[in-house]
């Protein structure tokens, strides 16, 4: 069975350019998450997705935004590109997004110069 | 403020060696405790579940435990290829479904 799969793995922007992530889920699951890792931290928590609604947003800025799509896949979207914004960026696939476990893709490591 | 902390930061063990690995967390309603497993430049390997204090679950040369403070993963007689990150995250009630994760322990084994 196909696990999360997410695209780009590698990207390297501009500052002040705009940046698209997508993921797809494991089959079955309606639930998708986004979170972003710095490195030497754990993933902070960006966004909740579930059957297509936000269920969920962390502590950061409006230049991040994400949807869900009716085939449960989502994107993440980053404007405006700071340094800082330099991570591992992760989506986490849940089958409907309780306190049930979560599976992680391999992630799109971000650089931005 | 709901917090996870893990100790320590980093451990080295000689191969055969066991230990455990400690996460402490202060949340208002425990929904849940996940433990997970990244190796370097990968994205985090879900290992276990546990919900309520009291409960084990095993896998392998793994063992986690949770008790009403904090979480314990016991590691029996590593091999390098334990040699990983393990990240410890919780769910807290009202805080909807996201994960609240630790900063991790870097565990290197040595052969």
């Known amino acids: 069975d196909a696990g999360v799969t997410q695209s780009p793995t590698h990207l390297i922007k501009t500052r002040g350019q705009h940046v698209t992530l997508r993921c797809s889920p494991i089959?079955?699951?309606?639930?998708v998450s986004w979170y972003q890792q710095v490195l030497g931290q754990g993933p902070q928590f960006i966004f909740q997705y579930y059957e297509k609604e936000e269920r969920g947003r962390g502590n950061f800025p409006d230049r991040f935004s994400a949807r869900q799509f009716p085939n449960y896949s989502s994107e993440l979207n980053v404007n405006a590109l700071l340094l800082g914004d330099s991570a591992l960026y992760l989506c986490?696939?849940?089958?409907?997004?309780?306190?049930?476990?979560?599976?992680f893709g391999q992630g799109t490591r971000l650089t931005v110069v | 403020e709901d917090q996870v902390t893990q100790s320590p930061e980093a451990l080295r063990l000689q191969e055969g060696e066991s230990s455990s690995l400690n996460c402490s967390y202060t949340v208002s309603g425990l929904r849940g405790l996940f433990w997970y497993r990244q190796d370097p430049g990968k994205g985090p390997e879900f290992l276990f579940t546990l919900y309520s204090a009291g409960e084990e679950k095993e896998k392998e040369r793994l063992k986690a435990t949770l008790t009403k403070k904090e979480s314990f993963l016991h590691i029996t007689a590593p091999k390098p290829e334990d040699s990983a990150t393990y990240l410890c995250a919780v769910q807290a009630a009202g805080t909807g479904n996201q994960f609240y994760f630790g900063t991790g322990t870097s565990l290197t084994v040595i052969p």
């Open positions: 986490a696939s849940s089958r409907d997004g309780g306190n049930t476990e979560a599976f």
């Open positions: 089959s079955g699951h309606k639930s």
